[in-house]
Each structure stands twice: as C-alpha cells, then as structure tokens.
C-alpha cells in the first residue's frame, strides 16, 4: 500500500500550535507591561527627586536662571503675621530693602487658590506681600504633601514656633522638609519621595 506523502496536519495539531502560539503571546504582553509599569514608576519617583531636589538647591544656594534667590544672601528672617508657621520662608538683605517670599500652598498662578495641587511658590516685594508669584514646579510635575514645611531654630537649637520669635530671637537655622508625590494619575498609589536639608544662615553666629 502506497503511503500519502502529501498528508497535512489535522485540525488538532491546528488548534495545539494556536493554543502554545497564544500562551506565549499572552505571556509576552504580560511581560511587557510589567516592564513597562516598573520603567513607569522609576521614572515618575526619579522626576519628583529632580523637582525636589532642584527646590531645595533654588532655596538654599542659588537659581540656575538667577530668576530667585536663595538663603545665601539672606542677612535676616522675619514672620509673616496672619499665616501658617510652617508654610512659608520669608528673608531679606537689609542692604536691599526687600524681602524675598517661598510659600508652600496650592494655587494656580499664586499661593491662595483652590482646587490646585500644593507646591512651591515665590515672590520678592519691597513692601507687603508679592504682587505676583513664581511656581517652582512649572510643568505641575509633583504634589508637595502636607508633610512639607519649614522649620525655624535658634542658636540652642530650639525650635521657633511663631512669626514673632523667628524676627526676635534670630534663628539661625533653617530646616527644609519636601514631601512630594507625583501628579501622574497612574502613580496615586505609589510611596511618597522626601528630601530634608539643614542650611545653617552665613550672617548668623554658628552653632
């Protein structure tokens, strides 16, 4: 008897070979999209590091656009009567005759607003509150926490905790805690990113 050579595969082998073939596709993109939510997450909590840390360098050494200034030229603090302590930095060179303002508050072009996420906000003014405000945090990238607030210490390390000591018992040293979370909706979840730093004022008697 003369085999059929020419024979194919059947309908079981057909429906075997889909079978392995959509497993490993399925297995593919399950892959992939876990590799693509991990490079997700480190590239969101790597951004809020960048904004934190671009901060927190802006306050305490210099501006790279020298749009603001930081604590280096600060020749005294003052309190801000009728706000939070905590929520904002206000110093000056009295050789200037203005004050430069960082509030810690949500807004939308300026401290105040609601509805808006919390970040970071400055303005300068020679007499009263800033008349307008610069984000730090321009492309709304993260969400600073409640978390985030200046602290105040005198030269005995002791913490001021009204606006009336931080202009009388001249502290001498600033503490800056950021807590930030990123802005992107896929990352709500996620752990929030810190950064603290203790910037002791070059004016002042050190410790």
């Known amino acids: ?3 059929d050579k020419g024979r194919g595969y059947t309908i079981v082998e057909l429906l075997v070979a889909m079978a392995i ?3 490993a596709f399925g297995l593919v993109t399950v892959l992939y999209v876990r590799a693509s939510r991990v490079r997700r997450v480190i590239t969101s909590g790597s951004e809020v590091q960048q904004v934190l840390t671009q901060m927190v360098s802006t306050m305490a050494y210099r501006d790279r656009n020298n749009m603001v200034k930081s604590l280096t030229a600060a020749s005294r603090l003052y309190g801000w009567t ?3 302590v905590g929520r904002y930095l206000v110093f000056g060179n009295v050789e200037e005759g203005k004050r430069q303002y960082y509030v810690i508050a949500p807004g939308e072009s300026g401290p105040g607003g609601t509805g ?3 970040t970071l906000w400055y303005g300068e003014s020679a007499a009263g509150a800033p008349g307008s405000w610069v984000c730090l945090d321009p492309n709304r990238q993260m969400t600073l926490l409640s978390d985030s607030r200046f602290e105040f210490y005198d030269g005995g390390r002791k913490r001021l905790l009204s606006d009336s ?3 009388t018992e001249t502290p ?3 503490v800056i805690r950021l807590v930030g979370k990123s802005n992107d909706p896929t990352m709500k979840n996620r752990q929030p990113v810190s950064l603290i ?3 002791r004022l070059r004016n002042r008697t050190s410790f």
């Open 1 to 3: 008897m003369v085999k």
């Open 21 to 23: 073939l959509v497993i």
């Open 82 to 84: 009728g706000q939070v």
């Open 116 to 118: 808006a996420e919390t």
């Open 165 to 167: 000591s931080i202009e």
């Open 172 to 174: 001498i040293q600033v």
């Open 197 to 199: 730093t203790s910037i």
